[in-house]
C-alpha cells in the first residue's frame, strides 16, 4: 500500500485492479487511498477483497464503493451519510442498493472446518488490582492516557487468569495469546519458560526471518504448544491452523481486528474446532468496550448480512 503511488502513472497499461485487504483504504485522505482512487480511476475492472469492509462505522463503506466503481461511492461523502448512516433502516438501504454489487462468501464453503466458538471469562479483581484501577480512575493525567494506563493494568491482571486457562488444556492442544502489549508478550514468554511449555512470540520489531522462524516452529514443532504475539503484528496475514484456542488478552478496537485475530487459526486448513476465550475484568472498561464490540458487530451485519433485519476509543475515554 505504501508502494502505490509507484503504479499511478501506469495504471493506464492494466486491465484489471485486485485490492486485497481492501479495508486498509477505508480513509479517504490517506496518501494511498487518494492514489487508489488515481489508479481506479485509470482500470476498467476492479476487484476489492476484504473480510471487514466495514470496521467501525458506515462512512467507510463509502471508500470501497468509490474505489470498486459503484455509483453510491461517486456521491459526497456528506450526501451519502445522511442518506444510509445513522439508523438500522438507512443501512437497510444500503443493504439493498448494493446487495447485487458485493459477493460475500462466508466460512461455512469451506466444508473441513469444523466450526468456531467465542466464550467471555468472568475475572474478578484483587483489591490490590481494584486499588490500583481505582487509582488510574482518578488521576488528573488526560483521559486518552488513563484509558491507556487501564488497559495495560487490566492485560497484566488477566495474565495469571490465561495461565490457569492453559493448564486447563490438553497436551495435543496449541493456543495463540493475543496482547495489545509488548510487555505482556514478554511476562507470557517467561512464564511458559518457567513451567516448561514450548512457546514462541512474535511483535512489531521481529524481523521477517524471525517472524516465519516463529511461524514455522509453531505449525511443525508438536513440542511448541503456546504463539504470544501482540495483535497488530501477528493478527493478520499468518496462518496458524495448528491452534485450536485463542486467547485475547486485551480488546481490540472493532469486531473486524477480532475476527482477523481469530481467524489466523480459523482458516483453511483447520481440522479443529477452534475455541476462542475473552477474559473480561468485571466492573471495569472491558465491559464497556465488549458492549460497543457488540454493537458495531450489529452494525457491520446490518450493512452486510442478507439476514440481518461512533469511534470506541474516544467514547471509552469519555465514559472514564
Known amino acids: 500500500y505504501e508502494r502505490l503511488g509507484d503504479f499511478v502513472r501506469h495504471a493506464g497499461c492494466f486491465a484489471v485492479m485486485v485490492i486485497d485487504e481492501a479495508h486498509r483504504l477505508k480513509e479517504p485522505t490517506a496518501a494511498w487511498t487518494r492514489h487508489g482512487f488515481d489508479i481506479a480511476a485509470q482500470v476498467q475492472n476492479r476487484y476489492l477483497l476484504t473480510g471487514t469492509p466495514v470496521l467501525n462505522r458506515e462512512a467507510e463503506l463509502h471508500t470501497l464503493l468509490r474505489l470498486s466503481g459503484h455509483p453510491i461511492g461517486q456521491l459526497p461523502l456528506n450526501e451519502f451519510c445522511e442518506r444510509f448512516a445513522g439508523s438500522p433502516e438507512f443501512r437497510k438501504t444500503l443493504r439493498a442498493e448494493i446487495a447485487d454489487w458485493m459477493l460475500r462468501r462466508r466460512k461455512d464453503v469451506l ?88 512457546c514462541v512470540t512474535l511483535v512489531g520489531s521481529d524481523s521477517p526471518k524471525k517472524r516465519q522462524k516463529a511461524i514455522d516452529a509453531f505449525q511443525q514443532d508438536q513440542d511448541c504448544r503456546v504463539f504470544i504475539g501482540t495483535r497488530s503484528a501477528a493478527g493478520t496475514g499468518y496462518n496458524l491452523t495448528a491452534a485450536n484456542y485463542v486467547f485475547f488478552l486485551g480488546l481490540p ?60 476509543k474516544k467514547a471509552l475515554a469519555e465514559i472514564i
Open 111 to 198: 466444508p473441513n472446518l469444523k466450526g468456531k466458538r467465542r466464550q467471555t471469562v468472568p475475572v474478578v479483581l484483587s483489591q490490590a488490582e481494584r486499588d490500583e484501577y481505582n487509582q488510574i480512575m482518578r488521576s488528573d493525567t488526560h483521559r486518552f492516557a488513563r484509558l491507556g494506563a487501564l488497559r495495560q493494568l487490566l492485560e497484566r491482571v488477566k495474565v495469571r487468569i490465561v495461565a490457569d486457562l492453559m493448564a486447563e488444556l490438553d497436551v495435543d492442544d496449541k493456543v495463540i495469546l493475543f496482547c495489545e502489549y509488548q510487555e505482556s508478550v514478554a511476562t507470557l514468554r517467561d512464564h511458559c519458560l518457567k513451567m516448561g511449555i514450548g
Open 253 to 312: 478496537w472493532t469486531p473486524g481486528l477480532q475476527d482477523q485475530a481469530e481467524d489466523r487459526a480459523y482458516r483453511n486448513g483447520q481440522l479443529r474446532l477452534v475455541v476462542v476465550k475473552i477474559p473480561l475484568a468485571e466492573d471495569t472498561i472491558d465491559q464497556q468496550l465488549w458492549q460497543m464490540l457488540m454493537d458495531k458487530r450489529a452494525l457491520a451485519s446490518d450493512l452486510i448480512d442478507p439476514e440481518a433485519e461512533e469511534s470506541s
